[in-house]
């Protein structure tokens, strides 16, 4: 798998149905999680579409952090309710929540 690749097709202009497939099978199972940090870095770019994409991988994705890159993280995902751009603080808001099995 090729994370510079998948970096750049999420910050490209047509990356919905990009996201949406990384969140689907990142709610299945752990494939993704080895790029958390890298997707963690979506969540500081200029472009509001991209902080979103973050929210909705990273969400989907705390599922499987056992090593509490999420918990050292909530600050600054959760400073994004309050984000510039509303649509943004939307997308925070209803991201789902991480959930212990």
Not at 18 to 47: G, H, M, V
Not at 52 to 76: P, V
Request: net charge neutral; hydrophobic share 40%; charged share 30%.
């Amino acid at each position: 798998m090729d994370f510079d690749a998948c970096i750049a097709r999420l910050t490209g202009k047509d990356a919905y149905a990009f996201t949406q497939q990384i969140a689907e099978e990142s709610r299945a199972s752990d494939i993704w999680y080895p790029c958390f940090d890298r997707f963690t870095e979506l969540l500081r770019n200029k472009n509001s579409l991209v902080r979103n994409r973050a929210i909705a991988i990273l969400s989907a994705n705390s599922r499987w952090d056992r090593e509490g890159k999420f918990d050292a993280l909530l600050d600054e995902f959760l400073s994004h309710v309050t984000d510039v751009k509303p649509i943004t603080a939307r997308q925070r808001v209803a991201a789902p929540q991480k959930t212990e099995e």
